[in-house]
């Protein structure tokens, strides 16, 4: 019997050097001590797992790492990006200064806690870890004007809303980090249900690996991500793993930066690698989608990761996941000198470019007043194709999951549709807390895909005639609207603490006031951006760009 090849080990995913740049927490609550083999420990009290956990979580809910920053100034400066492309990128700087003063949090979903750690086997805690971060999740949440998003499951049909936004999903892990056997070290991140939605994974085989098939499988599938998850996206798609699961989380991993100082080729000890060359072919593949910044242009991507793992013989999983617009997450460590936090940006208004926003922002938005009878709203709509920019002022009624599911049972029951929505455009969306002083907390665009079941037979019953949400819609809410003269309107995903302060008047309930985010309110906006997205005559701006083109064997993207 031949023999096997001889033992060697590296990690799956070899990470590199750490080159973050750190900020000081604290020094107090660690200590090191002697012990047995002249050994010496690292002792964490379990109160600094808690401040350091708080303090990461206000972190990544108002900052933003600059390199992304960096990313939404490049694109106002771009002579190639289109009009909006430019005035998505520069909302999202604004957004981000108000979000950096600590009070409106930049997006009003503000996400799942994610904490994964890994602890050095010089570590000693008093073992009860994962308690002390899920309280800091719990201070940061319910001291902070953020969103609680999290639903217990009372039985299989009932849930409630946990009022803390806990449980978070915390990971940890009992290994030297970077080879230091006294270190702690944290991965932190908040994920909202728009990017979180957008994770896939495919079952394919060995004959997607070959440059042709990959580029004409990644140009249908990546389209297919559409923009309800806040583009410009951080995009990672993972080839290979030993697991789909496994290529899932790496595909998570990989979107916040997390995996950037990955080898860059393979070996035969088996472990992951990122592939650059790939990286920027499939970048400009998603430059010519015509997707855009959200409406049309070049920015579907901020940037590509593309990491190949290796695999079984007869499995190749494909995971592909973003990171949001929301871009949200942040390392940290506890080592012998203290507790350190990654240092985010404060000062986003440093990003910001010195010509006025008149001169970025393109062609003047229609103004549209809502304050005027829905048939007068729609004939004015009618008068301009998709794509074009709207400035919407007047009141709006703000509905979503629970809410639209609450009308339709009202519907089935034979009741009429409520006037409010057959008077008003319907904004899908709920706001985090309100700060004292504000008129509403945080309060951008949900999905609109969740609620397109609802469409026909709300449209029918003469309600949800103008709709406005992030994302595409299915060809099902385009023909409703082509048959019962329907708008559906595009707003910015993202912006939500600038939405908040800058255009957002008035807020109060209507209905419902006990589902809290998910009550049925009623707002006064003024200068609320929006594009008109499915038209009365059955266009829809996505139906085009997210129709893959036939790529021809051996070619190459534009």
């Not at 809502?370 to 709203?377: C, F, S, V």
């Not at 409010?420 to 895909?449: I, L, N, Q, W």
């Amino acid at each position: 019997m031949s023999r096997g090849a001889a033992f060697s080990y590296s990690p799956l995913l070899p990470l590199g050097d750490d080159q973050t740049e750190y900020r000081l927490v604290t020094d107090e609550g660690v200590d090191v001590v002697n012990g047995p083999g002249g050994r010496r420990f690292l002792t964490v009290d379990p109160a600094v797992l808690t401040q350091l956990t708080a303090e990461a979580m206000h972190d990544i809910a108002h900052y933003l790492r600059p390199a992304h920053l960096s990313q939404l100034r490049s694109i106002i400066d771009d002579p190639k990006a289109s009009p909006n492309d430019r005035f998505v990128a520069l909302d999202l700087l604004r957004n981000a200064n108000i979000a950096a003063g600590g009070v409106l949090p930049m997006c009003q979903d503000t996400g799942t806690a994610i904490v994964m750690g890994k602890r050095g086997r010089h570590v000693l805690t008093d073992g009860f870890d994962e308690p002390a971060i899920a309280e800091g999740v719990f201070q940061a949440y319910t001291r902070l004007n953020l969103r609680y998003s999290q639903l217990a499951p009372l039985t299989m049909w009932d849930e409630r809303n946990t009022g803390s936004n806990l449980p978070a999903q915390i990971e940890l892990y009992a290994e030297d980090p970077g080879g230091q056997p006294d270190a702690y070290k944290f991965l932190f991140m908040a994920k909202g249900g728009g990017s979180a939605n957008k994770s896939y994974l495919y079952q394919e085989t060995k004959a997607l690996l070959n440059p042709a098939r990959m580029m004409e499988f990644l140009d249908e599938k990546l389209r297919l991500i559409g923009t309800s998850a806040c583009p410009p996206y951080h995009l990672a798609v993972v080839i290979g793993g030993t697991s789909g699961e496994y290529a899932l989380k790496t595909a998570k991993l990989a979107s916040a930066k997390y995996l950037d100082n990955l080898p860059r080729h393979g070996t035969m000890a088996a472990h992951g690698f990122r592939d650059v060359e790939l990286e920027a072919a499939v970048l400009e593949l998603t430059r010519d989608f015509g997707i855009g910044a959200q409406f049309g242009g070049r920015y579907f991507c901020h940037d590509v990761r593309v990491v190949r793992l290796p695999r079984h013989g007869a499995s190749c999983p494909v995971a592909i996941a973003v990171s949001c617009s929301a871009d949200r997450q942040a390392v940290a460590k506890i080592t012998p000198s203290g507790v350190w936090l990654e240092r985010l940006e404060t000062d986003p208004a440093r990003f910001l470019p010195d010509v006025t926003p008149a001169e970025l922002e393109g062609d003047e938005a229609v103004k549209v007043d809502l304050n005027r009878p829905m048939a007068e709203i729609r004939a004015e709509l009618s008068k301009y194709p998709v794509k074009t920019r709207l400035s919407l002022t007047g009141p709006l009624v703000v509905a979503r999951d629970i809410a639209h599911a609450k009308i339709a049972e009202r519907l089935a029951a034979g009741e009429p549709m409520p006037q409010y929505m057959r008077d008003h455009a319907v904004y899908y969306a709920g706001p985090a807390k309100t700060p004292e002083g504000y008129a509403s907390g945080s309060f951008g665009p949900t999905t609109a895909g969740r609620m397109d079941s609802y469409v026909e037979s709300f449209q029918a019953a003469g309600g949800s005639m103008v709709m406005l949400a992030k994302g595409n819609r299915s060809a099902q809410v385009t023909q409703a609207c082509a048959e019962h003269g329907g708008f559906y309107l595009g707003s910015i995903g993202g912006p939500a603490a600038r939405l908040a302060q800058d255009c957002i008047k008035h807020v109060e309930v209507l209905e419902y006031a006990e589902l809290g985010m998910e009550a049925i309110w009623k707002i006064e906006v003024e200068d609320f951006p929006a594009f008109i997205v499915v038209d009365d005559k059955g266009n829809d701006f996505f139906a085009e760009v997210t129709r893959p083109k036939l790529l021809s064997i051996g070619s190459k993207p534009a």
